[in-house]
């Protein structure tokens, strides 16, 4: 068996995608609760939005393949996909209006996109989708109590909104507490009735956010588009990164070479440069040579003329 090459360094790279075996496994766990994280995924996001996010959540799940709780798998999916629309969401805006809705679907969705991240995902998951409290409190990660507030209040968001009303809490009722007169009552039953009709108009709509056909293949080639895309970013930087450090070592080596030649130009005297130098250096250590010379020759001289002048002086 051939040894991986190794990676490149300071690439970065991420990571590779997982053996065929994680694939199957995240394919076979899709086909059984694929579809209802589709259609939250849609809910939340739209169907660009999900379309988008959808490889992002796939790629999650086959990471972890070997992690995966057995008995749980539908919770874990929809974990999941609950905790990258809820990121997305916050940042991508609300959910375009699918076209050709009826308009009592269109004014509810439109109403639904209206809620905030937090309070939409607890309604859809558990209003739309059917999830008990428990499973809430398991995929979205707060107490049931906190939950159960979230949705009460983006139905009252949902049926304000739909009614031509700005969401948020009205003004408080007149009179004493509740008690079990007949008009209060009626007033309770035509709330339920109010946000029963609701439910059955939104739960048609995210029913019809089953997916088409293919689309799992569509989000694995998306996935691995978007792997190959991090893989040559992180290259190109990678040689970024090599280009600007050959550059600041060559930078480096020339203002270390200008110092160099500036300082021999300092040290060096003025009009001959080194070589006048040396030469100059070479004349005064043969001057004294050529004085002590001409000493000796005048002394010569001397002694000559008077010995001369006493052999002359002798001879008379």
């Not at 959808?54 to 539908?74: C, S, V």
């Not at 507030?149 to 507490?177: F, I, K, L, Q, T």
């Not at 500036?262 to 004085?291: H, I, K, L, Y």
């Amino acid at each position: 068996m051939t040894e991986p090459s190794p990676p490149e360094p300071e690439a970065a790279d991420p990571p590779a995608p997982r053996e065929a075996g994680s694939r199957a496994t995240i394919d076979r766990l899709l086909e059984l609760h694929g579809e209802v994280a589709h259609r939250y995924c849609v809910a939340m996001l739209g169907w660009e939005g999900a379309a988008a996010m959808l490889p992002t959540i796939f790629g999650h799940l086959e990471e972890h393949a070997e992690a995966l709780d057995p008995g749980a798998e539908r919770r874990v999916v929809l974990a999941v996909a609950h905790n990258r629309c809820i990121e997305r969401s916050r940042t991508s805006g609300r959910p375009a209006l699918e076209p050709g809705l009826p308009e009592a679907a269109a004014r509810a969705v439109r109403a639904l996109a209206k809620l905030q991240p937090v309070g939409r995902d607890a309604l859809v998951l558990r209003s739309l989708m059917g999830l008990r409290w428990p499973e809430l409190e398991r995929v979205c990660g707060v107490p049931t109590t906190r939950s159960i507030m979230r949705v009460c209040r983006a139905w009252r968001n949902v049926a304000e909104v739909v009614e031509g009303r700005p969401p948020g809490p009205g003004p408080r009722p007149a009179g004493a507490r509740l008690h079990d007169s007949p008009a209060r009552w009626a007033a309770i039953r035509e709330d339920a009735r109010r946000f029963v009709a609701l439910r059955q108009v939104l739960r048609e709509v995210i029913d019809g956010y089953a997916p088409r056909s293919g689309w799992q293949e569509d989000a694995w080639q998306r996935l691995e588009q978007e792997r190959e895309d991090q893989r040559q970013l992180a290259r190109e930087r990678a040689a970024e990164r090599a280009a600007a450090e050959a550059e600041r070592i060559a930078r480096a080596e020339r203002e270390a070479m200008a110092e160099r030649e500036a300082m021999e130009e300092a040290a060096a005297p003025a009009g001959g440069g080194f070589e006048a130098a040396v030469d100059e250096a070479q004349a005064e250590d043969r001057t004294p040579a050529r004085t002590s010379s001409w000493r000796w020759v005048r002394v010569g001289v001397v002694l000559a003329v008077i010995g001369l002048i006493a052999r002359w002086l002798m001879l008379r």
